[in-house]
């Protein structure tokens, strides 16, 4: 165990943003995209450790396991890091009723912004 | 244009990073996680501007619309933040060869992790 620890850990950047990286939380079987949320190493290693998504609470400073208290937790089924080693991607199962936003949404990114398709629709 | 400048900054939430917020980049096509970058007010109003996904350096404290070189641009499809508004989501076709790494690969997502799964799979 403390093997994958210590291997994990040294394969990940925690210096680059103040101890944190930013963990994306993606649905494996429809590919979308849940959350974003932030894990320091502590964070990371119990995730790593328990199979559930575990953040770094930025506002309270402590450790929260997603879905602990809603059921909602989400199981890790792979992991990875990026070309820089500085963010975390999750493929989950989502436990309970599958709402993982606190508003009742499945995915947290339920607001459209605007883009301006004219100049890329020219090149279509 | 103007008025979407102001009405999609005011829907982002700018102060809690220093200024910065993540921004992901799904491949709409398939769902798969290409990258993760960040944006400041400015590169958020030039992606939305051009249509193409522009980030901001903080290495070299710049904006670079990712691609420009290469010729393998990001053309946003659609955008969305999350319920705090401090994270972006593209949805993207990717332009060129279609290697968003600088490492030659599709996706910035390669280095897998280990997790445990022994606590998770009592639960199947």
Redesign the interface.
């Known amino acids: 165990?403390l093997c994958?620890k210590v291997?994990?850990q040294m394969?990940?950047d925690f210096d680059?943003m103040d101890g944190l990286v930013?963990a994306?939380v993606?649905e494996d079987s429809?590919?979308?995209?849940l959350?974003?949320g932030f894990m320091n190493a502590e964070a990371w290693a119990a995730?790593?450790?328990?199979?559930?998504v575990t953040f770094y609470s930025?506002t309270r400073k402590k450790l929260w396991m997603k879905g602990e208290t809603s059921g909602n937790r989400l199981?890790?089924l792979?992991?990875?890091?990026?070309?820089?080693?500085d963010?975390?991607?999750f493929r989950v199962y989502v436990e309970g009723d599958g709402l993982v936003?606190?508003?009742g949404t499945k995915s947290?990114?339920?607001?459209?912004?605007?883009?301006?398709?004219?100049?890329?629709?020219a090149?279509k």
């Open positions: 165990m994958r291997r994990n394969q990940i680059k930013a994306i993606q429809t590919g979308e995209v959350m974003v995730t790593a450790d328990s199979g559930y930025r199981r890790v792979s992991a990875a890091t990026d070309c820089d080693r963010t975390l991607l936003c606190h508003n947290c990114f339920t607001e459209p912004l605007s883009i301006n398709h004219s100049r890329t629709e090149l």
